[in-house]
């Protein structure tokens, strides 16, 4: 079997990644992994203090620089990224803290979509986001929350247009990511979109291999990191009655800290084949990961799947086999179930959220008709793409891989 590989990168492509390395080469400075000329970046002219309490914030950034630095085996492109989510990030730290009268508990507990990765979150996420009772943030709310406060809907689609430009980009570097995961400005996106800021995220290993700062991260409290995207979403409520939908495979691992930001949040929590959970998340990290990357070696990321997987899942059973478990309602939801029997799954989420049922077969069928599943081809991967023994697996990790 031959293992996987990158997909082919088309001239434009290759291009754009010729011409940020003659750039890196030019000016090495501007791709320097260092946390005090990032700082400063962030900063331009604010007063530093506006950062806040350096014990929640400076080592999760020096943590995530150093990392990718030493183990992302990073391109000019990767650098660059990296480079930038930190600038981005403590920028959203000084924006947000300006706005901290905002940070509230939330009028009604939201409904988090959850599980291992590619168990059919984004598309139960999508289709309950298409509900007009519900509301499910866009990448650039997620990202600048603050820009968006008091926007009139000229101003709101100025600001998600302006999003365009980076998925474009995206598109043209790695098109074969939209075969593994769809995205755009105007899809539902997921919640460690906005939890950059305090530099404790699992979503950042999805995109660069960071295997010393998923270690670091694994004895980190994220209570802060929850209680800032709270705040994140008190900022962008307008008040009109719709109930928060968020999602997001990394809350498998934080569902404390969740219920501590969000007590009473209804989680819909899926399950799925757990060779296929590991097989298909490592194939999306190696796509991801191929974008900033030239070095990607998929048995490398099928190690760090597996292993990030059954952390997740230990945590989450440990939660819901303890004291705290009441303080969330979690309905559990099997995969198959979600692609062959759709109306039930939603018949149940509404019932578990106390929401009235909607006309679910209509409400799928349009679904379908506005996002055709294989509209940009099928995604197809092995476990032994990824070096995966599928006996192995199951061994270790059956035993997390179900409700408690």
């Known amino acids: 079997m031959t293992p996987w590989h990158p997909p082919q990168r088309t001239p434009q492509a290759q291009a754009v990644y010729a011409a940020a390395e003659s750039d890196r080469a030019a000016r090495p400075d501007a791709y320097a992994l260092d946390p005090e000329p990032v700082i400063a970046a962030a900063l331009r002219d ?61 009028d009604t507990p939201p409904v988090v979509i959850t599980g291992g990765w590619r168990t059919g979150t984004t598309f139960l996420y999508r289709l309950l986001a298409t509900d007009p009772r519900l509301r499910a943030p866009l990448p650039a709310e997620l ?46 996106e997921e919640c460690v979109v906005a939890m950059n800021s305090g530099f404790r995220n699992w979503g950042f ?52 800290s969740l219920a501590a930001a969000f007590p009473g949040a209804c989680v819909i929590f899926l399950h799925r084949d757990i060779v296929q959970t590991v097989a298909s998340g490592a194939s999306l990290f190696c796509v991801f990961r191929s974008t900033y990357s030239d070095h990607v070696d998929p048995a490398d990321v099928g190690r760090f799947q597996t292993d990030q997987t059954e952390l997740w899942l230990r945590r989450a059973h440990d939660f819901r086999t303890g004291d705290r478990a009441g303080s969330l309602t979690i309905v559990d939801i099997d995969y198959d179930d979600l692609v062959h029997d759709t109306a039930a799954v939603l018949d149940r989420v509404y019932a578990a959220a106390g929401l009235e049922p909607e006309d679910a077969t209509g409400m799928i069928d349009r679904y379908h008709a506005d996002h055709p599943r294989t509209a940009k081809g099928a995604h197809r991967y092995t476990p032994q793409d990824f070096a995966l023994d599928e006996a192995a697996v199951r061994a270790r990790l059956t035993r997390w891989a179900g409700p408690p």
């Open 46 to 106: 604010a007063d530093p203090a506006g950062l806040g309490d350096p014990a929640l914030w400076r080592e999760g950034l020096d943590r995530y620089l150093a990392s990718a630095d030493e183990d992302g085996r990073l391109n000019a492109l990767g650098t660059r990224m990296v480079r930038g989510t930190a600038v981005a990030g403590l920028r959203a730290r000084l924006a947000m803290d300006r706005l901290r009268h905002t940070d509230r508990p939330l």
């Open 143 to 188: 990202a600048v929350p603050w820009k968006f406060r008091g926007a009139d809907a000229e101003r709101r689609a100025e600001l998600i247009d302006a999003g365009a430009a980076a998925n474009d980009l995206l598109d043209l570097l790695n098109p074969a990511l939209s075969t593994v995961h769809g995205h755009g400005p105007r899809l539902p």
């Open 205 to 256: 290993s999805a995109t660069v291999r960071l295997d010393g700062y998923s270690r670091w991260l694994a004895g980190q409290d994220l209570t802060d990191t929850y209680r800032r995207h709270r705040h994140v979403l008190a900022t962008l409520d307008d008040a009109d009655g719709r109930r928060w939908l968020l999602k997001a495979p990394a809350h498998t691992a934080e569902l404390s």
